[in-house]
Structures are given as C-alpha cells and as structure tokens.
C-alpha cells in the first residue's frame, strides 16, 4: 500500500508501534473501513520496520512536519506533546486529525465525540476532532440513554482500569512482573510507580494536591459535563489501576431526577446503543475483563437498586470494557467513519 489505489482517503496513524495504534489498523480491517493509502508513523527508532496491513507489508516511516502532505485523516496515539506538535502541522496540510490523547479534549473549540452519544458534534470540527478518555467512554456509553430519559443529577463511579490504558509498555511489565513473582524473583518496576503483580494503586497519574484527585479523575468529571453538556451535573470518582491485562471495568452509581427502577434501567440497557446485558444473578456472572477484551460493546450488569437512596431515584451497576477498543481505536474509527464525505472521497 506504498500507492494510493483508489479515490478512498489516505489515512495516517501516528504512534503505529503502540498498543492503540495496532488496534487502529485491526479495527479498520475489521470493519471494512475504506482507505486509499495507509501511512505508518513513529519515532526514528522504529522508521524502516513494517506493519501488516489487509495483505500488505507497510512501511513504518518517521514522523516528521512534512509526513501530512496528501493525508486525508490521520488518527493519533502517540501521547500529548507529540498531539499538540503535530496534530495542528496535519491539519495545516488539509488532514482531520482524530486524537487519542487529552491535549485538546477541553478546548471549546474542539468536539470531544462519543458517536452513540454526539455524533452530531464532528460536523463541527475544525480539523481537529477529540477522542474521550477511556474511563469516561467507558461509563458514558451506557449512562447516556438513560440520562435521555430521565435526567441524572449525580454519579459516583469508582474505576478498576488495566494495563492496557498505560500502553504495551504497562502491560509488558504486568506480565514480567507476575513471571518474577511467581518465581520468587525481584522485579523493579520500569513503567508503573509501585509494583504491578498482585497489587493495585491509585491510577498512576499527578495528583492535584488542592483537590487530591488525579489528573485522569479530573479529566472523566471535566469530559462528562462537556459531552453531556451539562455543566450542572455531580460527578464524583475515584480512579484505580488493577492488575489486570487488558479492559477497564468501573462500579457506577447514578442518581436520577425522577424514580427510576431496575426494570427501566435494564429495557434502555437492552436496546443502548453500544451495549450488552451481562446480568446473570442465578449464575452470578456479570461484567468480567476477560469477557470484553476483544469485544466493542460496553458490558452491562449488576443493575440494581442503590439501597442507601431511599426515595428511589438511584441505580448501582457494574460495567466493562475494551479500553484499546471502545475506549480508545474503535471510537476513533467511529469518528472517522462519520466524516463529511467530501473527506471520504
């Protein structure tokens, strides 16, 4: 694909080696997602190796301010700095960028898209368009339809997130560091703050010490009110990184302006957009890691009645999801796929 073949659009990925940007090429592949030309880009320590792509060896060039010229989409993952570098160079050259990081997602003038919730919103972009955080995306795709309905006033969400939202990297050391420990030898971390095997700690970003909430807490409370443009509504979180491989899971609390039920939760749950009823009591299976990694919708289960809310206006569930998925590639090729088509042509 070192030719552009065709009137599709020649499509970058930035930060192509990295976790996310594998599953950008998977998630293109799998849904068919028209491209003329792809261009692979990376740091110069990865320039010259090759990535597979629907059949074809690509070759994995360095990102430079010149690698925009002829590209129609480029999608991001390669970090903040690298974002705020680059992704204004590529629109300069006539690209809509889609960006993974957090550089621009509270910019006014930047949609921040959930496409089951706002899709609307890409048609206002000005060349750059903004991916959520993986822990909002997560909780927001099945509270969205509900907030529809019946308002919510208030959330409390406490997040149980995967080596996965920390890149290969992160999840490199996971496993090398349960190998350690099962063998009995010392493993220092390289990647995480604390030791990852058999542990869990605060979400490994700053903390904001007026507040004491990490800067990935501050972001899910900032990136709800902006996508459910509803600056008035109570978000309270708390951010946890878990050993766990790959897909975040998230215990949510919600409290609604009018009574809501069990029943009610679980009918909007069964026709959500970008959801799957995982509610098995008899069984007691419900949402797991292990079940959504691989998969794009959000799980869903553990619907139940908050018992300490005794007007009945408040719902506890438990919810999972792939975070290099629809917490981060596949959302991505969502945007993209919803582009105006003079883009797509």
């Known amino acids: ?39 692979a880009l990376a740091s110069a320590r ?19 301010e010149r690698s925009f010229d ?8 390669a970090g903040g700095s ?34 089951e919730i706002n899709a609307s919103r890409i048609r206002d972009h000005k060349g750059i368009i903004a991916n959520p955080n993986c822990a909002a995306i997560t909780a927001l795709v099945p509270l969205w339809p509900i907030h529809q309905k019946n308002r919510i006033k208030r959330v409390i969400i406490s997040t149980y997130q995967a080596a996965s939202g920390a890149g290969a990297a992160a999840m490199e050391e996971l496993v090398e560091s349960t190998r350690a420990n099962l063998n009995g030898q ?48 109570a978000v309270g979180v708390t951010c946890v990184r878990v050993p766990v491989l790959r897909a975040h899971c998230e215990a949510i609390t919600f409290e609604c302006e009018k009574p809501i039920s ?25 949402p797991m890691p292990i079940d959504a990694s691989g998969q794009d919708d959000v799980l869903v289960g553990r619907i139940r009645k908050d018992l300490s809310d005794a007007s009945g206006h408040s719902i506890s569930m438990f919810v999972a999801a ?24």
């Open 186 to 233: 010392v493993y220092t971390p390289k990647v995480m703050p604390h030791p990852y095997a058999f542990n869990l700690f605060n979400h490994n970003t700053a903390i904001d010490p007026e507040t004491g909430y990490n800067d990935e807490e501050t972001k899910v409370i900032k990136e709800t009110r902006k996508i459910f443009e509803d600056e008035s509504i």
């Open 262 to 286: 069990e029943d009610q939760v679980r009918a909007i749950m069964a026709q959500a957009p970008g959801v799957k009823v995982i509610d098995d009591r008899a069984k007691n299976y419900f």
């Open 322 to 345: 792939d975070q290099l998925l629809k917490g981060a590639a596949l959302n991505a090729v969502q945007i993209a796929e919803l582009l105006p088509q003079r883009v797509m042509a």
């Open 70 to 77: 002829g590209v129609d989409i480029a999608l991001f993952s």
């Open 1 to 39: 694909m070192e030719d552009k073949v065709s009137n599709d659009p020649v499509v970058a990925i930035v930060g192509v080696t990295g976790a996310v940007g594998a599953e950008f090429i998977a998630t293109m592949d799998k849904r068919g997602f028209r491209v003329g030309k792809l261009k």
């Open 46 to 64: 990865s320039a010259g190796k090759t990535v597979s792509f629907r059949g074809h060896s690509v070759v994995i060039e360095e990102l430079t």
């Open 82 to 115: 690298i974002s705020r570098k680059y992704a204004p160079i590529a629109v300069k050259a006539g690209a809509v960028v889609v960006d993974n990081s957090s550089a621009f997602r509270m910019d006014p003038n930047v949609p921040l898209v959930i496409p």
